[in-house]
């Protein structure tokens, strides 16, 4: 009589169904047909699954737990439950290293899997045996890995190519019966010429032996768990022959060692963005006929000219055994008899692992570095000073712009800009993002971190742009317009220069018009009139923009921060600029006024920042009670341009007179600590964003006052004390004075008060907070939308669908 099945604790199925590493789709495809008839997966997994080595998921090797915990293999353990309970706290590896990528399978490359019946049935239907003499065999040595073999083997016939060669396949006498009963499956269509071995050869051995069944030919060695696509083969064969001395040849891949892409000598799973059949047909865009002579191949997918393989002979299997470093060898023989070893940097090959060698590849790896180095001293330092010299750099950056040029289309936009943060930043990012919204792919550039004299482009939504090596403004300006062309933009859009040499308003002018790009340019501030950026004088306050003759005595006595450039020679350099551009922008009326006094002639376009549609929110405010101290938020980074020592000077005579004044400052300053010594201020400290609203609300401030003693050109802040319905005290001076006039709302103090504290102080107690009326409420609660940026914004078309 049959025993039942073993009953599993509710806790312990639940554990496991919970825990995120049981795949019941995974675990279902390793079981033999009906093995799982009227059981649970999971139950099924731990009552016997787990002995006999099966796999409940992707993220956890069963065999590989009780191999390398053999504490837990003796206790007889569940390894999963082992792993869920003790395991994982005590740092245990669930996965050897090649497959730890599958634990974040959502931003990993899938496995590989075998083609469908449907899949073959299609490659069939139009696939014809070539009648042309092969002028080179392709070969397959198959061991293990019944997908990625398929797979691989299916993605060679699918890309036809224009060079004669033949598929031929060796079956190393493997462990899988369905694999070789496939191989024959295959060959008896006629699809592959295979060559059984009537015992296990090892990898080198079968490689020998295919490479001995046709003398007269070249060969490429082909692992069974690679995938090729489009035309790699031809591009193979011609990096081969373009030269007489070239012996072999090897292709980017995604785990190649030196030949890896987009990190060398790592392993590379993310996801890119694009399959890998648009990655190789991006290589061999990128660098058509690109190669770099390296110290050796690698034999997941090495070509291998004829007449090399008569000079140098075979693979060494006597030293190399089973396999690895088998062709490090062969690669330094062919470098001492004259042969050249070359990387095709027009080719990539998807390497999904090692399904030819299985768990003892780190031992082999070891051994077989040890015997290379033997057999040709000095190999490792010559590997070494290799990777140091990184000759592959260049193609690796030219496949990185090429993915950023696919990801636009034609259509991105790239944005200049600094990296000090503040109001440039967050239009940036909000222009950035609606872009990306409408399908429009935005880069930026800006200055390289700790580099002074560079220039660091990026793609801040790509994925694993490594390769990108900043631009110097003194001595790139080709290559820079070189990769302006590459991206394939639609539009430059320079927001700010602020950390980028003097010379980078020209560098950026000159190199849009070698790429055939207009550019577009935002004026945040007055960087470009005044070194100083925010016309601030060594009084403190706005200078009132004096003769020219003026500005120079105070650039050459008081400095900016860019030292003490000449402000002519300043103000022609971004003329130079402002000139070349499509458009100017400016974000207020007050900005293009006062621009357009230092450059006479020139139009700007007004274009207030884009901002989201607000919730009505209610007043923050109530009445004070009789006696209470009026409550007066400053709001956002306040440095001395914002009027941080106007503020200081307004809290501390507040103080000495005992006027019923209280400040917050929900942001922070450059002077905190002697702010909050004087007894009325209080800091909150840096906020988010999305925080901003919600804090200023439960701080229910009397006035917003804005101190800013210089022309503000926009001002988010006082977006965000309008939204609050906080009543506005600013100077009448720049956008926010221009906004509010546009309101009819707030308080706006003379010019002078900047000078006279005590006047200031007197506003701030006597003004009387009346509602925002009806229309400004619509104004502000509605926000300010560019829908169909390209088109309201820009004033460009969106491109016609072809």
């Not at 956890?60 to 206790?75: G, I, K, M, Q, W």
């Not at 035309?231 to 040849?249: C, F, Q």
């Not at 139009?603 to 989201?612: C, I, N």
Request: charged letters at 25%; hydrophobic letters at 40%; a negative charge.
């Amino acid at each position: 009589m049959a025993r039942a099945p073993r009953e599993i604790p509710t806790e312990t199925l639940l554990l496991v169904t919970r825990s995120g590493l049981f795949d019941p789709a995974h675990y279902r495809l390793q079981c033999p047909p009906g093995a799982l008839e009227g059981q649970d997966p999971v139950a099924h997994y731990l009552r016997e699954g787990w002995q006999q080595g099966l796999d409940p998921s992707q993220g956890f090797a069963t065999r590989f737990y009780l191999e390398r915990n053999p504490d837990v293999a003796s206790s007889g353990a569940n390894p999963l439950l082992h792993y869920l309970q003790a395991g994982r706290e005590e740092g245990r590896a669930a996965l050897p290293p090649e497959r730890e990528r599958l634990l974040a399978a959502a931003d990993c490359i899938d496995p590989p899997r075998a083609p469908t019946p449907a899949e073959w049935a299609a490659l069939e239907a139009t696939w014809t045996p070539d009648p042309r003499p092969p002028v080179l065999d392709v070969i397959v040595p198959v061991y293990a890995g019944f997908d990625e073999t398929m797979r691989c083997l299916y993605s060679v016939l699918a890309a036809p190519q224009r060079t004669p060669f033949r598929l031929l396949v060796v079956d190393d006498h493997g462990p899988e019966p369905a694999l070789r009963a496939a191989l024959r499956d295959l060959a008896a269509r006629g699809l592959i010429e295979l060559h059984a071995t009537p015992q296990n050869l090892g990898f080198v051995g079968a490689c020998n032996l295919g490479m001995a069944l046709h003398p007269e030919r070249d060969v490429l060695l082909l692992n069974s768990d690679t995938e090729v696509h489009n035309d790699w083969l031809d591009r193979m064969h011609a990096a081969a022959r373009r030269r007489p001395d070239t012996g072999t040849v090897t292709p980017f891949s995604n785990n190649a060692e030196i030949f890896s892409y987009p990190r060398a000598n790592r392993d590379n799973w993310l996801r890119l963005g694009l399959d890998d059949a648009a990655l190789d047909r991006l290589a061999a865009e990128a660098n058509p006929g690109g190669e770099a002579e390296v110290p050796t191949g690698v034999g997941f997918c090495m070509y291998v000219r004829r007449d090399c393989l008569d000079r140098i002979g075979l693979l060494d299997e006597a030293n190399f055994g089973k396999g690895y470093g088998e062709e490090n060898d062969l690669c330094r023989r062919a470098a001492a008899a004259g042969w050249r070893n070359i990387l095709a940097a027009d080719v990539f090959v998807r390497h999904h692992g090692a399904a030819s060698f299985g768990a003892s590849k780190a031992a082999r790896v070891e051994a077989a570095v040890r015997k290379v180095e033997e057999l040709h001293p000095g190999y490792g330092q010559l590997v070494s000073d290799f990777i140091t010299a990184n000759p592959m750099q260049g193609y690796r950056e030219a496949l990185d712009l090429a993915r950023m040029g696919a990801r636009a289309g034609g259509g991105g936009v790239l944005m200049v800009t600094h990296d000090w943060g503040g109001g440039t930043e967050r239009h940036v990012r909000d222009l950035s993002a609606l872009l990306e919204a409408e399908g429009i792919p935005a880069f930026t550039l800006r200055p390289a971190p700790d580099s002074p004299g560079l220039l660091k482009l990026d793609d801040p939504l790509g994925r694993e742009m490594v390769n990108l090596r900043p631009y110097s403004v003194a001595r790139d300006l080709p290559r820079f317009a070189e990769a302006l062309r590459r991206l394939k933009l639609r539009l430059v859009h320079i927001h700010h220069l602020a950390g980028m040499p003097e010379a980078a308003a020209d560098f950026l002018r000159l190199a849009c018009a070698r790429a055939g790009l207009a550019y577009d340019v935002t004026l945040h501030d007055y960087m470009a009139a005044c070194p100083r950026i925010t016309m601030i004088d060594r009084g403190g306050v706005y200078c009132g923009e004096p003769a020219l003759e003026s500005c120079e005595r105070c650039i050459a006595r008081d400095g900016s921060p860019f030292g003490h450039p000449s402000v002519w020679e300043w103000r022609e350099r971004f003329g130079r600029l402002l000139r070349g551009a499509r458009r100017r922008y400016v974000p207020d009326a007050d900005v293009a006024e006062r621009l357009g006094r230092h450059f006479p002639g020139l139009g700007f376009t007004l274009r207030p920042h884009p901002e989201p549609a607000l919730p009505e929110r209610p007043a923050t405010a109530t009445a004070p009670a009789p006696g209470a101290a009026r409550h007066v938020v400053v709001i956002g980074a306040i440095g001395p341009h914002k009027g941080s020592v106007l503020l200081q000077e307004l809290a501390t005579r507040a103080q000495r007179r005992a006027l019923p004044l209280r400040f917050t400052i929900l942001g922070y300053t450059d002077r905190d600590d002697a702010l909050r010594a004087i007894g009325n201020v209080a800091i909150t400290g840096a906020y988010e964003e999305a925080e901003l609203p919600q804090r200023l609300a439960e701080l229910a401030p009397d006035l917003a006052f804005f101190p800013a003693v210089w022309p503000e050109t926009y001002s988010y802040t006082l977006s965000a004390a309008l939204a609050g319905k906080v009543y506005p005290v600013a100077f009448g001076l720049g956008a926010i004075a221009t906004r509010l006039r546009a309101l009819g709302w707030g308080e706006l103090l003379p010019m002078t008060a900047m000078l006279r504290p005590d006047t200031v102080l007197d506003a701030l107690l006597d003004c009387q907070p009346r509602p925002l009326p009806e229309e400004g409420r619509a104004r502000v609660a509605e926000g300010l939308a560019y829908p169909g940026l390209l088109g309201r914004y820009y004033g460009l078309e969106a491109e016609q669908e072809a």
